[in-house]
């Protein structure tokens, strides 16, 4: 069964920083596109940063200039680092992965973890 724990959520000051992790486990055969995506109270999820294998990355453009995706394939693990946050980043984040495991190809969520952003 394959899962995604995520970790490193919390309340931060603006301007601070707070580093996401998401971890892959269960029988994986690989992992192509892993992603953040956020939800903000009253508004849809919506897509922060992705990666894909060979390590190519798609920003959102709020984010861009102060948040970085990257990944640890062998660990099959994705990070965010969230750098001069601002109270519009408090949302509950988020991963997803789109993994080939023994059960198929499907995509996954992970159980979200919140950040707050204070003023």
């Known amino acids: 069964q394959v899962q995604l724990v995520e970790s490193g959520g919390g309340l931060v000051q603006a301007g601070g920083s707070l580093r996401l992790s998401c971890a892959a486990s269960g029988s994986i055969f690989s992992i192509n596109v892993m992603g953040w995506y956020r939800q903000a109270p009253g508004k849809q999820r919506e897509l922060v940063a992705a990666i894909i294998s060979t390590g190519s990355t798609n920003y959102a453009d709020s984010v861009k200039g102060r948040f970085t995706i990257s990944r640890d394939n062998a660990k099959n693990t994705v990070y965010l680092q969230m750098n001069s946050l601002k109270p519009e980043d408090t949302a509950v984040y988020y991963c997803?992965?789109?993994?080939?495991?023994?059960?198929?190809?499907?995509?996954?969520w992970g159980q979200g973890t919140q950040v707050t952003v204070s003023s």
């Open positions: 997803n992965a789109n993994i080939r495991s023994t059960s198929g190809l499907y995509h996954y």
